[in-house]
Antibody
């Protein structure tokens, strides 16, 4: 059974950088697409971007200038960096796996709340 | 960007009733790359339907999806107590991937 676990600081200062890592267990990170998706408190879901195990990426244009997603296949991990954060970036951040070749999301992490505040 | 509009915003029904949720896209969704997710409070979303009509592993057959092009429907044939939740549609055929705003199915 594939499991995903997000880790990283729960509090980030405004104008700082949000950094999260997703550790994949129970399966290989290879041959799949991996996404970061966020959900502000009480609101809907927003796709941030995805990475293929080979390192190719695709980002949401609304966040593209501030986002970097990277992968470390040796550790079965992928990571998110979001620069110049504001209170609007406060959200639960989920890491997720796509079915097959970039399909629907079939596995999700439990999510981690990141609050942007001084 | 494909905008997905879900209706209604809230559906108030009783256990045993049929639920019909709608998802309309601002442009045609490629190859019916449309998914439905269920989310309960404090939990991550769970995949119910992909490819517009294929049930994900372990999903009961009371959940069914239909539609193509710009109009899609999720039907829950008979609501069980555990089905009261928020449901999201998502298209993954065009970048950026987008979600609808959600439909809350609440107990009447």
């Amino acid at each position: 059974q594939v499991q995903l676990q997000e880790s990283g600081p729960g509090l980030v200062k405004p104008s700082g950088t949000l950094s999260l890592t997703c550790t994949v267990s129970g399966g290989s990170i290879s041959t799949y697409y991996w996404s970061w998706i966020r959900q502000p408190p009480g609101k809907g879901l927003e796709w941030i971007g995805y990475i293929y195990y080979s390192g190719s990426t695709n980002y949401n244009p609304s966040l593209k200038s501030r986002v970097t997603i990277s992968v470390d296949t040796s550790k079965n991990q992928f990571s998110l960096r979001l620069n110049s954060v504001t209170a609007a970036d406060t959200a639960v951040y989920y890491c997720a796996r796509h079915k097959g070749n970039g399909g629907a999301v079939d596995y999700w992490g439990q999510g981690t709340l990141v609050t942007v505040s001084s | 960007e494909i905008v997905l509009t879900q209706s209604p915003g809230t559906l108030s029904l009783s256990p045993g009733e049929r639920a019909t949720l709608s998802c309309r896209a601002s442009q045609s969704v490629s190859s019916s790359y449309l998914a439905w997710y269920q989310q309960k409070p404090g939990q991550a979303p769970r995949l119910l339907i992909y490819g517009a009509s294929s049930r994900a592993t372990g999903i009961p057959d009371r959940f069914s999806g239909s539609g193509s092009g710009t109009d899609f429907t999720l039907t829950i044939s008979r609501l069980e107590p555990e089905d009261f939740a928020v449901y999201y549609c998502q298209q993954y055929g065009n970048s950026p991937l987008t979600f609808g705003q959600g439909t809350k199915v609440e107990i009447k």
